[in-house]
């Protein structure tokens, strides 16, 4: 039995950024990892349908809404820290401006092309925000991620 905050029929049009999307079957945000991979394989072990939503800027859904599970890491994958080599750690559910800002309080530059763009590190990846001619995989090293199986898989900058 999973501990995470699980929403059923939830309004997706309160979670995006226009304001619009129907009901999701279920809404979950995973308390942490494992409960993540247990969530995932239980998913796809019986042909579920899970999509990850993070901030949902930029994000279009049906007004019928999503027949299957939601998944928000936006309350709980906020981590982020600097190492003293200057590279700055920082799970997927952390919004792009918070570590824009702790990047230039650190004396970290390059970032601030992404000053203003919205949503989380997380979708930022996924989509390679960015603006004014600067684009998160211009900064991007190394992702620790999970697939749709449940299972950890690392990506750097060549994959």
Not at 51 to 62: A, K, P, Q, R
Request: glycine letters at 12%.
């Amino acid at each position: 039995m999973l501990s995470s905050h699980i929403i059923f029929d939830e309004l997706l049009a309160k979670h995006t950024s226009f304001g619009i999307g129907g009901p999701a079957s279920c809404m979950v945000y995973p308390d942490n990892q494992n409960e993540l991979s247990i969530l995932l394989k239980y998913a796809y072990e019986n042909t579920i349908p899970a999509i990850f939503i993070g901030s949902g800027s930029n994000l279009l859904i049906c007004d019928d809404g999503f027949d299957g599970i939601i998944i928000s890491l936006k309350k709980t994958f906020k981590k982020l820290s600097i190492k003293s080599n200057g590279t700055i750690f920082v799970q997927s559910g952390v919004m792009l401006g918070t570590m824009v800002k702790e990047a230039i309080q650190n004396q970290i530059c390059g970032l601030e092309s992404l000053v203003g763009v919205p949503g989380t590190l997380g979708g930022a990846l996924i989509m390679n925000a960015g603006a004014f001619g600067g684009e998160i995989s211009n900064y991007f090293a190394e992702a620790k991620t999970m697939t749709i199986e449940g299972n950890i898989k690392t990506y750097n900058k060549k994959d």
